[in-house]
């Protein structure tokens, strides 16, 4: 019974009166409700829709701008890669000119170990144009980048300036007993010692480099052989004068491969490794005389 009511309740038409103004004549529009509110479904439907196109869309402009700064990240990145790399492409052709030079400084003193010394910058007032950097990995490599340029930079100065002095003075630098004579290990330094066979202290005038008999020894600066055979205490041993006022002496040898009155270079092989005359055991015994005076040869030695 309620539901025939309901029934007819919905199919009760809904007259809708619209009055313009009073000169005009009103107008109406009659529907049932059932239409009112399928046309109103419809509505919201398409305003509904509306909403959800409007929302993607700003959603969809959103994520392109999004990608966008993504994009201008990246390239900002990869620039700053770009420059990175190149910097670092040219310092490793300036670390390769500071090598080549090193090694002609080398070539021409007759050394193998640096002897470069790199002062500390002094420090006073601050002032000028600083760059910013920030302090993320890219800041980081920036700074880094930097001190490596500036320490290369300082280097091959001071370089340039070695290059200049041992061109015009080679044969002094040649002249001087600053190659190891031998590979090994110092078994015994120059100066105050506690004697191997009497415990009692004693002054050791040179150094002892231990290795095994046979082991290369080889003249520590250019010179000319001044004695080159058996000496009491120290057995078969080689004397090099190198001019200055300059001596070297090698002991304990097995085997001598100069004569006296032989021209020598710097690292030519005088002598063998062994344990000849008042020994321990197989090592090279390495003096160095100065104007007959006796010298640590660790002044001298790299």
Known sequence: MNFKKKKRKERLPVTLLIIPDLNNKPFNYTMTRKRITGTLGIVACFVLAFLILAYSHLIGLNDIRNVQNIKQESNAKASTIKQMNQEINEMKMQQEEVERKQQEIKKLM????????????????????????????????????????????????????????????????????????????????????????????????????KNQVGTDIVAAADGKVI?????????????????????????????????????????????????????????????????????????YLP
Not at 110 to 119: A, L, N, Q, R, S
Not at 128 to 147: H, K, M, Y
Not at 158 to 180: C, G, H, I, S, T
Not at 249 to 274: F, P
């Open 227 to 299: 004695y080159a055979g058996w000496m009491a205490v120290y057995g078969k041993t080689v004397v090099i004068d190198h001019g200055n006022g300059l001596e070297s002496k090698y002991g304990h040898n097995s085997a001598l491969q100069v004569e006296k009155g032989d021209i020598v270079t710097k690292g030519e092989v005088i002598a063998r490794m062994g344990t000849t005359g008042l020994s321990t055991g197989p090592h090279l015994h390495f003096a160095i005389t100065k104007n007959g005076q006796i010298q640590d040869p660790m002044i």
């Open 110 to 209: 007759g050394v193998e170990k640096e002897i470069i010394d790199h002062p500390n910058p002094s420090r006073g007032g601050q002032g000028g144009d600083d760059r910013e950097i920030g302090e993320n990995e890219e800041a980081q490599t920036f700074i880094l980048v930097q001190n490596i340029k500036t320490s290369l930079a300082r280097q091959e100065k001071e370089l340039d300036d070695m290059l200049a002095q041992v061109k015009n003075d080679q044969a002094y630098f040649r002249a001087l007993p600053n190659l190891w004579p031998a590979d090994g290990e110092i078994s015994s330094d120059y100066g105050l010692r506690k004697s191997p066979w009497t415990k009692k202290d004693t002054f050791h005038e040179g150094i002892d480099i």
